[in-house]
Nanobody, 117 residues
Framework: QVQLVESGGGLVQPGGSLRLSCAAS????????MGWYRQAPGKQRELVAG???????NYLDSVKGRFTIARDNVKNTVYLQMNSLKPEDTAVYYC???????????WGQGTQVTVSS
């Protein structure tokens, strides 16, 4: 199992920026990919961005060009830099780690991101 601890959420005005961090511990040798999901009230959880241990990243279409995912394999930490935030980005953001076969290794506790004026 992998333990994931998130930080960096908060309240920001539209057009603002936030950076989320997720530190992994435990069986980190098992991690193939890490990612950020989000869930807004009344909606399903969706993958926002993911990155493999080789640095290959993928993004939800609606965040391309605004969000950037990065991974520090020395610190076992993944970051999500979110720029040009919109009210529709408001959600609880969750960090996830999975194995090369796609099986989940763990989830973070979630961090609230609220974009509002």
């Amino acid at each position: 199992q992998v333990q994931l601890v998130e930080s960096g959420g908060g309240l920001v005005q539209p057009g603002g920026s936030l950076r989320l961090s997720c530190a992994a511990s435990g069986s980190i040798f098992s991690i193939y990919a890490m990612g950020w999901y989000r869930q807004a009230p009344g909606k399903q959880r969706e993958l926002v961005a993911g990155i493999t241990n080789g640095g290959i990243a993928n993004y939800l279409d609606s965040v391309k060009g605004r969000f950037t995912i990065a991974r520090d394999n020395v610190k076992n930490t993944v970051y999500l830099q979110m720029n040009s935030l919109k009210p529709e980005d408001t959600a609880v953001y969750y960090c996830n780690a999975n194995r090369v076969d796609g099986r989940d290794l763990g989830w973070g506790q979630g961090t609230q991101v609220t974009v509002s004026s």
